[in-house]
């Protein structure tokens, strides 16, 4: 049977071909990132980049995060009242609505914009950067690329994804509470008052964790893409479509593995 | 056509170090994964030589260039860089050694988001060494080198493609370098504009004795810069030894051809013949 030979020789070659890449992938992103983690404490150090990407990543995404986070809260305040009014416990809409937000949905879908915003800019700017050779050319000037470009964005990326997430939270609670006290007709004190006091220490640190791991992928996928870009604009494009792409899985993946581990260590 | 202030390059070597080669490729090859990019290649270049890279597209010249900075490491041999071997370097010498070499880029390569000033200033302003007044001078005196003071305020978009290549040239001017490297600088650029540059390089080469290595795809910049001296603000015709300038081929990887523009012009072989004509 020398073809089914031939078809189990191509499906073997085209797997390890498969697996090198994989692995080349994560070894070249290992070293990247590595190499971005100890710029933060070589000299020089880049504040004002850094600074300039916290206003371009923190405010620039203000808006999109403010709209998801508000109506992500009002959307689960009418799921939510609809179910919990069956059993005579619309009280605790206000409970579920901050619960859901801060343990989940606000770390998850705001890093998610940040990264549909974000991870496909840095990508973009840092690819268009390599194809027209101007990182070669800071190269050959004598300035790190990855000091310069990786590490600000970096900093900037996990430093403004946490306040991000904690506006992103308070808005999606605003949101609940508008719907809840003008749709339902709620109590606005009972809605803040149960909002406030089912969350626990825990919830708070898994909320605040999260986003700083979503930070550190969403700017090292980005970059990593960016940095690696290959063949013109097209390689640009394909670069920016896999970023977002690699950032959302990972943050999802990353979302499971994080909640498992700190819910291990809160017993 | 160039101004009269020419920018100072790094002081002039004792004669026994003129003896010494600035350049060296001793048997280097490069290889991309299994596609093998150069091979075998060696020559060498003494300080205040010039020598002019042609071949096909593909030919592995623009890697070439980038072999010379460091950019890349070659698979195989070695790369001597004023007596430096570019392959041991780590990451940080290389850019301590690329301060001593200036490169402009094939399609200029300008930093699209910083003005003109800033990018003929960059590597001080990232150093952090010189006052901004000393950087503004600097910066001021290598734009007036390539005739571009003008533009100083201006955005890279704002700029013709000529310009652009003389701001490039200009920003790796402005650290005095001892050699420079230039990636078809004349490519897509009208003759008038295409001959202001060569006048530029042959300017560096004969003012400041900048031992320069040059890829370009127009053989007429070649012979020109092969021909002639910048004489008293003029070209000037001049024999081949004034002129510190030879060829190499390249072909199918390996170096094809390697001496004078008079070898090359009366070669027999039917290759350079083809390319010549």
């Not at chain 1, 692995?23 to 590595?34: G, K, P, V």
């Not at chain 2, 290649?41 to 020598?51: A, E, M, V, Y």
């Not at chain 2, 050694?97 to 003929?120: P, T, Y």
Request: aromatic letters at 8%.
């Amino acid at each position: 049977m020398p073809e089914v030979d031939a078809a189990t020789t191509g499906v073997g070659d085209a797997m390890s071909g498969w697996l090198k890449g994989l692995l080349q992938t994560l070894q070249e992103f290992t070293e990247q990132s590595a190499r971005a983690f100890r710029n933060i404490v070589a000299r020089p150090f880049y504040w004002g980049d850094t600074f300039l990407q916290m206003n371009l990543i923190g405010v620039g995404s203000l808006p999109i995060v403010v709209l998801t986070g508000f109506f992500t809260g009002a959307v689960m305040a009418l799921q939510l009242s609809a179910t919990l009014s069956t059993y005579g416990q619309i009280g605790r809409t206000g409970q579920l609505v901050s619960l859901s937000l801060v343990r989940e949905l606000g770390p998850v879908l705001t890093s998610l914009m940040v990264a549909g915003r974000n991870a496909a800019g840095m990508a973009s700017e840092l690819g268009s950067m390599v194809v027209t050779e101007q990182i070669d050319a800071m190269r050959a000037l004598g300035t790190d690329p990855s000091k310069k470009l990786v590490t600000p964005r970096l900093l900037a990326t996990v430093s403004m994804m946490f306040f991000l997430t904690v506006i992103s939270d308070f808005c999606g609670m605003l949101g609940g509470f508008v719907y809840s006290t003008v749709v339902i007709g709620l109590d606005p004190t009972q809605y803040w008052y149960s909002a406030i006091q089912i969350l626990g220490m825990d919830d708070v640190v898994q909320g605040l964790i999260k986003p700083l791991v979503f930070g550190l992928i969403v700017a090292l996928v980005g970059c990593y893409y960016g940095m690696n870009a290959r063949g013109g604009t097209q390689g640009v494009g394909r670069a920016t479509t896999q970023s977002v792409v690699a950032a959302s899985v990972l943050i999802i993946v990353s979302d499971f593995v994080v909640s498992r581990l700190l819910m291990g260590f809160g017993g | 056509m160039a101004g009269d202030m020419a920018p100072q390059t790094q002081a002039a070597p004792a004669a026994t170090a003129a003896e010494e080669p600035v350049l060296v490729f001793d048997r280097v090859s490069l290889s991309f994964g299994p596609q093998r990019v150069l091979d075998e290649i060696s020559f060498q270049l003494r300080r205040g030589d010039t020598k002019i890279l042609l071949g096909e597209a593909g030919a592995g010249k623009s890697v070439l260039l980038k072999l010379a900075l460091g950019l890349l490491r070659p698979s195989s041999g070695r790369v001597l860089v004023l007596g430096q071997e570019v392959g041991t370097l780590s990451e940080d010498a290389l850019f301590e050694m690329r301060r001593k070499i200036g490169i402009a880029f094939q399609e200029s390569a300008l930093f699209d988001s910083l003005s003109v000033r800033d990018n003929v200033g960059f590597r001080m302003l990232e150093e952090g060494s010189e006052s901004d007044d000393a950087i503004e001078a600097t910066v001021r005196k290598v734009l007036s080198f390539v005739e571009l003071e003008a533009a100083i305020e201006k955005m890279p978009v704002e700029l013709s493609g000529g310009m652009q290549h003389r701001v490039s040239i200009a920003r790796a001017l402005a650290t005095q370098p001892e050699i420079m490297l230039y990636d078809s600088p004349t490519g897509g650029l009208d003759p008038v504009t295409a001959t202001t540059i060569v006048e530029l390089i042959m300017k560096l080469r004969d003012q400041n004795k900048v031992t320069s290595l040059l890829v370009t795809h127009r053989l007429q910049d070649g012979f020109l810069l092969a021909t002639h001296v910048w004489e008293d603000g003029h070209l000037a015709p001049a024999p081949p030894e004034a002129t510190h300038t030879s060829f190499l081929l390249l072909r199918d990887r390996k170096i094809f051809f390697d001496g004078s523009a008079h070898d090359l012009q009366h070669h027999p072989d039917p290759y350079v013949r083809s390319f010549l004509d």
